[in-house]
């Protein structure tokens, strides 16, 4: 585990390296996204499963001093499918952030940058 201070805040950071089988396809998005939501609830934030919508991002990430991103969650390798790239580059056309990831590595270094303001 890696430790990362924001400002006052300290939030442990998971860095997991879970074990793949058949260049790394084993993993289920299910665990990427049940990861993505533990790291989250981590740094006192919200992620909202999404449904409504047809190629919706799979999460709407709440995170604190007002941090609003779009998260598409797959297995490791996979791409997202033609709509949903098409929703998520409507969701840029409206000003939101919109992130595709596949791995813990991925989520890690994901909020890390949202928290220091970058990304």
């Known amino acids: 585990k890696m430790l990362v201070v924001f ?3 300290c939030i442990e950071m998971g860095m997991y390296s879970p074990k793949h089988t058949k260049g ?3 993993m289920l998005e ?3 996204e049940q990861y993505l939501t533990k790291m989250v609830q981590s740094l006192g934030g919200l992620s909202l499963k999404l449904t409504s919508l047809i ?3 799979d999460r709407l990430v709440l995170l604190p001093e007002g941090k609003v991103i779009f998260v598409e969650l797959k297995r490791p390798g996979e ?3 033609k709509i949903q790239e098409a929703r998520m580059r409507q969701l840029k056309k409206l ?3 919109t992130y595709v990831v596949d791995s813990y590595e991925q989520i890690d270094r994901l909020l890390i940058e949202v928290m220091r303001g970058g990304v």
Do not use: A, E, M, N
Request: charged letters at 35%; a positive charge; aromatic letters at 6%.
């Open 7 to 9: 400002d006052s805040q």
């Open 24 to 26: 790394g396809k084993s």
């Open 30 to 32: 299910r665990q990427v």
């Open 55 to 57: 190629g919706i991002p």
């Open 79 to 81: 791409k997202p499918r």
């Open 95 to 97: 000003g939101f952030k």
